[in-house]
């Protein structure tokens, strides 16, 4: 009986194997020429990175403006991305308004932050970095990193069929993956072979590949210097994981050294640098980017709940330059945890002065008039949130608490119940999932919302009112009370 149990089990992993293989295309890499299993196509590949860039954008501080700025660095990227494997595919470019020194890239999407632009004395540097970056799209390396993360669910539902499990969510699992696709982090490997297209596409470019080196020491010393401004624990930070991720940084210029050891030959373009038009386009960036010093302190501060030295810094950050939507989207969250909802408010709006389409200060705007108990307004606010930001969860669950207030129970399912599946620990969305599931006569699902309730938190006022909801549904679908 064993025997025929383990050839069932092999009989359905072997299935499972082949189902990977018939469903998973094999596809030449572009930069490689090798073919390789890979189970997103292009077009999907695509589609994942416009699913999550704004996610890229809006978790620091959105887009910097600057229209002469964008425009000199997107000729250059362009040009860049027109010299690469895949020129075919989409391109936006931006610069991040964020200080800490980081560049992004997903399929169809680049960015630098302004705080490593700022840190960059010439083009070349520039190039480097978005050449860098440029590369890991080219090579399909985030396409790699999700198709290893499919196989791994694979494995795991490969394990669950052995065990009598069930593997039919597997494909929603892995497309979930989608949503947190920024924050995949490239191998070691994946790290290196960008930096080989890097500095080839440098050199064709006729950019000084050389460059490429500094480039490495600017980002280098960007991080120490902001971690340093801002009292960042290194182990604690975004920063401290970027470095951990990548090939320990003498051994990572040694190898860029043999790279552009091995390069054919290449002819520079005046001095390879084109430093001084750089640093003229640049200028004005640099200005501000210091101005935004004393405002990285006051979020550090306002993180740990220390609002007067926050709000301190932050005039400081005002006084130098009162023209930053961000700095006052901080005030606003400051008087919100102060529960001066209305000076609140005002803050907000004066972020959105200076960007009408800074999503940060309409969530926050939304906030404070849900927090007045103005929740058609709030409502408005938090939809044209999402519209920027599809995945923003704040966003969701005030949109979903607004119709809740206002009685709107249809509608608050969607959001709340997206807030449930990300959050499953929050106090309340389980509490009101169950209101209004009984509201709109679901009276199972009322049943598992309110029981999740009463597990999660059951001495607040939703964990009451959902153990008393248990004792009357309970009877009703002849279940045993909870």
């Known amino acids: 009986m ?24 094999c596809a030449v890499n572009p930069v490689t020429g090798r073919t390789e299993l890979m189970l997103v196509s292009e077009a999907q590949e695509i589609e994942l990175g416009r699913e999550a860039a704004p996610s890229m954008k809006w978790s620091f501080d959105g887009e910097y403006r600057d229209p002469e700025l964008e425009a000199y660095l997107d ?85 669950g069929a052995a065990l ?120 004005r960036l640099r200005e501000i980017n210091k101005n935004y010093f004393p405002y990285d302190r006051a979020r550090k501060l306002y993180g740990d709940d220390k609002l007067a030295e926050a709000e301190r810094a932050l005039q400081e950050a005002i006084a130098g330059n009162p023209e930053q939507a961000p700095f006052y989207n901080l005030y606003g969250l400051i008087r919100l945890k102060e529960e001066r909802y209305a000076e609140a408010a005002r803050q907000f709006d004066m972020a959105l002065s200076y960007d009408p389409g800074f999503q940060p200060a309409i969530f926050g705007s939304g906030a404070a008039s849900y927090l007045r108990g103005d929740y058609r307004r709030a409502l408005g606010d938090f939809e044209d949130s999402l519209r920027l930001y599809p995945g923003h969860l704040g966003s969701k669950l005030g949109a979903g608490a607004s119709n809740f207030q206002l009685q709107r129970y249809g509608e608050a399912i969607p959001y709340l119940r997206d807030v449930a599946a990300a959050a499953p620990g929050h106090p309340e969305v389980h509490g009101m999932l169950g209101v209004c599931y009984e509201a709109v006569g679901d009276i199972r699902s009322a049943y598992n919302e309110y029981a999740a309730q009463v597990k999660v938190a059951p001495d607040n006022d939703f964990g009451r009112h959902a153990q008393q909801r248990l004792l009357v549904i309970a009877p009703i679908l002849e279940l045993p009370a909870r």
């Open 2 to 25: 064993a025997a025929k149990t383990l050839g069932g089990v092999i009989a359905r992993l072997v299935a499972l194997l082949l189902m990977v293989l018939a469903l998973g295309a």
């Open 75 to 159: 000729a250059i990227v362009k040009t860049l991305w027109a010299n690469s494997e895949r020129p075919q595919l989409p391109l936006d470019f931006y610069v991040q308004n964020t200080s800490v020194p980081n560049a992004f890239a997903l399929p169809g999407h680049l960015a630098i932050t302004r705080g490593l632009l700022a840190e960059l004395e010439n083009e070349a540097q520039f190039v480097a970095i978005m050449g860098h970056e440029t590369g890991h799209v080219m090579a399909r390396h985030t396409a790699q990193r999700l198709s290893q993360a499919t196989l791994m669910q694979l494995g795991l539902a490969a394990g």
């Open 164 to 283: 009598g499990g069930s593997g039919g969510d597997l494909f929603t699992q892995a497309g979930g993956i989608g949503g947190s696709l920024v924050l995949l982090k490239f191998g070691r490997d994946q790290e290196l072979q960008a930096d080989s297209l890097g500095v080839r596409y440098m050199a064709e470019l006729g950019y000084d590949p050389y460059e490429a080196l500094r480039a490495h020491e600017r980002l280098q010393a960007a991080v120490e210097g902001y971690m340093r401004r801002t009292g960042t624990e290194r182990k604690d930070s975004v920063l401290g994981a970027l470095l951990s991720t990548h090939p320990r940084e003498e051994v990572r210029l040694e190898e860029i050294r043999a790279m552009i050891n091995t390069l054919p030959p290449y002819t520079l373009e005046g001095d390879g640098e084109h430093r001084e038009i750089f640093l003229r386009m640049t200028k």
